[in-house]
């Protein structure tokens, strides 16, 4: 890959994008992972106005560290960032206490981890709405089209998606030319839903270069059958998320009504 062509291009389309819909600038959720920190920094090269939001929900103080520090970071080179920290703890906190409570609390982490994501969402939108900013997505391709391992209507919910063409080794590549902070390259990626340690390979069961590898032999048409021990056990991982997250993935089915019954 062409590292700093491919920076350079991302760059150009952010602005030529923002210039022609006649936006100021952009707004993006800034986590402490690998995705965020350079689209972060992409967005940040345009010139035009970038907002980072921090936006904790019983998070790992490290993913908070890391968030800050790469924030700060930005601060310093550009001096077309901001910040914005938005505590949202209790909101969360406030929207568990107001919904049924359930006999087994297990029932509802995944939903509940979902709803942390839609708050974020609802977050970012409300300073692009105020401020005339667009919603940067954070998502890659293994992420998006691969496995749909994003909330929808969560940090699925925005407007443009910088790296959603680049695969997660391509975006720590966009990573290291751009010079983002070495603790965000080491940090082991992790979606920050659980208010846990858990990695998203812990949740997958895959690592982000078995996954990339399993959608490159699914995309040229190989089947199970055709692997063996943990190729085999990867290319069926892939192919379990890929399949149950196909809704993420498409278009929103509409029931067309027939002529004859309008």
């Given at each position: 890959m062409q590292t700093e062509k491919v920076i350079a291009h991302i760059i150009d389309w952010l602005r030529d994008y923002a210039n022609n819909a006649k936006i100021k600038g952009f707004v993006i959720g800034v986590s402490g992972g690998i995705d965020s920190a350079v689209t972060s920094t992409l967005c940040a090269k345009t010139g035009l106005d970038l907002l980072c939001v921090e936006m904790p929900i019983h998070q790992g103080q490290n993913q908070v560290t890391r968030a800050d520090a790469?924030?700060?970071?930005?601060?310093?080179?550009?001096?077309?960032?901001?910040?914005?920290?938005?505590?949202?703890?209790?909101?969360?906190?406030?929207?568990?206490?107001a919904l049924p409570t359930v006999e087994n609390e297990e029932e509802r982490f995944m939903s509940?981890?979902?709803?942390?994501?839609?708050?974020?969402?609802?977050?970012?939108?409300?300073?692009?709405?105020?401020?005339?900013?667009?919603?940067?997505?954070?998502?890659?391709?293994?992420?998006?089209?691969?496995?749909?391992?994003?909330?929808?209507?969560?940090?699925?919910?925005?407007?443009?998606?910088?790296?959603?063409?680049?695969l997660k080794t391509e975006v720590y590549e966009l990573g290291r030319v751009l010079g983002v902070n070495q603790d965000i390259m080491d940090a082991p990626p992790t979606d920050g839903l659980w208010g846990d340690h858990r990695t998203d390979e812990d949740q997958i069961g895959a690592s982000y270069p078995e996954?990339?590898?399993?959608?490159?032999?699914?995309?040229?048409?190989?089947?199970?059958?055709d692997f063996s021990d943990r190729q085999r056990e990867v290319f069926s991982i892939y192919k379990k998320f890929n399949t149950a997250n196909k809704h993420k993935m498409i278009p929103i089915p509409i029931c067309e009504i027939p002529e004859q019954l309008k």
């Open positions: 790469h924030i700060n970071w930005l601060m310093e080179h550009f001096p077309n960032v901001k910040r914005q920290p938005v505590n949202l703890t209790s909101v969360f906190d406030s929207l568990v206490a509940l981890a979902n709803t942390r994501a839609r708050l974020r969402m609802t977050t970012l939108y409300y300073f692009a709405a105020l401020k005339g900013y667009l919603v940067a997505g954070t998502g890659n391709k293994v992420e998006d089209f691969g496995i749909g391992f994003y909330t929808k209507y969560g940090d699925g919910g925005v407007d443009l998606s910088p790296i959603a063409d680049l996954l990339e590898w399993a959608m490159k032999m699914d995309d040229k048409g190989r089947i199970i059958d």
